[in-house]
């Protein structure tokens, strides 16, 4: 069964952090389904009588990532939610052990790159 992680990154410029806001096995449409629910429900703010006190915005950046601005009286929160599918684990024979797909050769792998002229 694919293995699913919610991304959350919160924040502005370069006070953004990302966090690993759920991490979920089942079907793509699942973990979709998931992840719609936690950008529905970031940062929610509701009076005592139930009734909402905020703008909420959704931007869909593409079927697996969302945008959420919230507008409350006196801030703006904002996060951004994206879904990634597990594709690589050195401790799964299901799994290859690089995005590449081949086995990590032994020893350090050290590549140089040429300075540019």
Do not use: K
């Not at 919610?6 to 806001?21: K, N, P, S």
């Not at 703006?76 to 024979?93: G, I, K, R």
């Amino acid at each position: 069964m694919p293995q699913w992680v919610i991304l959350q990154a919160e924040g502005r410029a370069e006070a953004f952090r990302y966090t690993a806001h759920r991490e979920l096995e089942g079907t793509e449409a699942e973990a979709l389904a998931a992840m719609r629910d936690a950008v529905d429900t970031f940062a929610e703010a509701f009076t005592e009588s139930g009734r909402r006190r905020q703008r909420r915005r959704i931007f869909r950046v593409s079927e697996r990532s969302y945008f959420v601005r919230v507008h409350n009286r006196m801030s703006v929160e904002e996060a951004h939610f994206s879904l990634a599918e597990l594709v690589v684990d050195t401790h799964d024979a299901d799994l290859p052990d690089t995005v590449g797909g081949g086995d990590v050769p032994p020893g350090p792998q050290r590549t140089r790159v040429a300075p540019a002229p």
